[in-house]
């Protein structure tokens, strides 16, 4: 199972630390959750975990070698897409709508293996069932909305959708414009390249704040990220700083472990952009 299993309604009610300000010092915030500033190691508790880990330290490597990391996890660059991620998800609402269960009104099982193929993924089912388990956050042996989107995502980390590589492929690449011949891919062209971006600028927005790409995200990692000049701007008036706060923090670490992983990460995210399992 995933690394969001063990602490869910079953952590002690905390005490609040109070914690300094670097960028304002000798003035005091407001009172922090001691969880919140939990320093405990973190180790991924499954096979896709780690996957996902090995993964974004390869992107950022690729980045770092390439010149690319500061300007592709800029705030600013990330935010701007927010419009496009917003799109890219509709395209993978319609998809999910047509595979869930009539009556539970969910993604099982079955029907996921299903939604999986109409993006053209051929993995076995023990890897599905991987997968699946790893994205299924509430533990309830389905995927919502929310989830299904994550599920995409890990997949795609991965590389086992097909469709979403050749999108992603560079414009030198002879095979990136060739549409996929398979006729049950459910997505086009178009849409599979929107939803590879997509799931590109969260990738980029999650590395912004784990620079390290160690694959988990702590309080005290982002708040010094969060008090570093971005573009010569003044601390205090970086969007970042104002994007981001003790309230987001716990919209993003909702099992209250102390730190977020990537799979956190992205199901906050899908808030911010407008993204609700609500929508239907």
């Not at 549409?179 to 086009?188: A, I, R, S």
């Not at 701007?233 to 700083?241: C, P, Q, S």
Request: with cysteine.
């Amino acid at each position: 199972m995933g690394c969001m299993q063990s602490k869910v309604g079953s952590a002690q009610t905390p005490q609040p630390n109070a914690t300094v300000d670097p960028s304002n010092q000798g003035s005091t915030m407001k009172n922090v959750d001691s969880w919140i500033t939990n320093n405990n190691d973190y180790v991924a508790k499954s096979s896709v975990d780690k996957k996902i880990i090995k993964t974004l330290q390869a992107r950022k490597k690729k980045m770092d070698d390439e010149g690319t990391f500061s300007k592709n996890t800029n705030f600013e660059r990330v935010a701007m897409q927010f419009g496009n991620v917003e799109m890219a998800f509709m395209c993978i609402r319609d998809i999910y709508t047509k595979h869930i269960d009539p009556t539970r009104k969910t993604m099982q099982m079955d029907n996921f293996c299903r939604a999986l193929s109409a993006f053209g993924v051929t993995i076995d089912r023990p890897a599905i069932q991987d997968i699946f388990n790893e994205s299924d956050l509430i533990r309830d042996n389905s995927l919502n909305f929310n989830e299904f989107a994550v599920s995409l995502a890990i997949c795609y980390l991965l590389d086992v959708v097909p469709g979403l590589s050749a999108a992603n492929s560079s414009p030198a690449d002879p095979l990136a414009d060739e549409p996929l011949e398979d006729p049950g891919v459910e997505l086009d062209a178009t849409d599979a390249k929107r939803v590879a971006k997509a799931f590109d600028t969260v990738v980029n927005a999650y590395l912004m704040f784990d620079e390290d790409a160690s694959g988990i995200i702590k309080w005290d990692e982002m708040k010094e990220i969060l008090n570093k000049p971005e573009d010569g701007k003044a601390k205090t008036t970086t969007h970042k700083t104002k994007f981001f706060n003790i309230e987001r923090w716990k919209e993003l670490d909702w099992n209250k472990d102390g730190s977020i992983n990537f799979q956190e990460f992205f199901l906050a995210f899908q808030k911010w952009v407008g993204v609700d399992e609500d929508e239907q």
